[in-house]
């Protein structure tokens, strides 16, 4: 009898198992189907803004090129991905070409559209707000929230290498540098530390600026480390998506990794705390 009851236990607890087993595989399936239709949804979306836009001022045609960069990064991470992570970063990928195609409507005069779900780091860099213009090695770098012709490279604001970039229009892209080398070099950090050091006080920055300076003391970096330039390294949040690297992140051989901390960072513009 007692081995009669022990063998309708092990019955029981196989039986068990194995329907968990199947709950779980399912979850898995349901959740991996809905990241790829998430991401597939903003790339098909960013595909149709950057089909159907165009302008010949130059800071359009330089948006609406960084635009399509990422449209094409975004599918051929959709192509390699078996993951649910791997289909967030296509999706992180695809929200940041909109993020351009944005800036292209903007700069077309055009209603920018819906806005968009926040990119991980944009919250902490914030936003630019005001117009600057700064001198480094004999070389007048310029950027504001507006575009215009001194002004023409948009950036959507994130975490690069760790240092918060704001969202807003520059007068040279400086920040591709650290994007593609890994690194910062020298003098893109000088022009980082210049536009952005904490001697605008109130000229433009506000709680981002703030959020950024506590992001780099939960990390441990030097605010003042950079040269004995006190211009403060301010962390993102995500990075996401991107930083799980970085949310401007690096898109090398297609795979376009956002900080952008890694996740998705909720809604709302990518402005986050303005500067």
Known sequence: M???????LVVLI???????????????????????????????????QVM????????????????SERYNAAGAQLDRATTVRQFEL??????????????????????????????????AAGALTKEREVDVEGHSYRAGPNPGNATPYYYPGG???GRPVPAGWYSEPWWKTALVAGAWGLGSMMVFNALFSPGW???????????????????????????GDNAGDGGGADGGGADGGDYGGDYGG??????????????????GGDF
């Open 52 to 67: 159907n836009l165009s302008g010949d001022d130059h800071a359009v045609r330089q948006a609406l090129v960084d635009a």
């Open 2 to 8: 007692t081995w009669v009851v022990l063998l309708v």
């Open 14 to 48: 196989v039986a068990a198992g194995g329907y968990l087993q199947r709950l779980t595989k399912a979850r898995q399936a349901r959740a991996l189907a809905d990241a790829r239709e998430e991401a597939q949804r903003w790339y098909e979306r960013l595909g149709g």
């Open 90 to 123: 296509a999706r992180e990928t695809a929200l940041e070409g909109l993020a351009y195609a944005r800036a292209a409507r903007v700069a077309l005069g055009l209603d920018p559209g819906p806005e968009l779900p926040a990119l991980a780091g944009q919250r």
């Open 159 to 161: 975490t690069v290498q």
């Open 254 to 271: 297609g795979d376009y990794a956002a900080d952008f901390g890694g996740g998705d960072f909720g809604g709302g513009d990518f402005g």
């Open 201 to 227: 006080g109130d000229s433009g920055y506000n709680a981002g600026y703030e959020q950024g300076l506590e992001y780099a003391d939960q990390h441990g970096w030097d605010p003042g480390s950079d040269g």
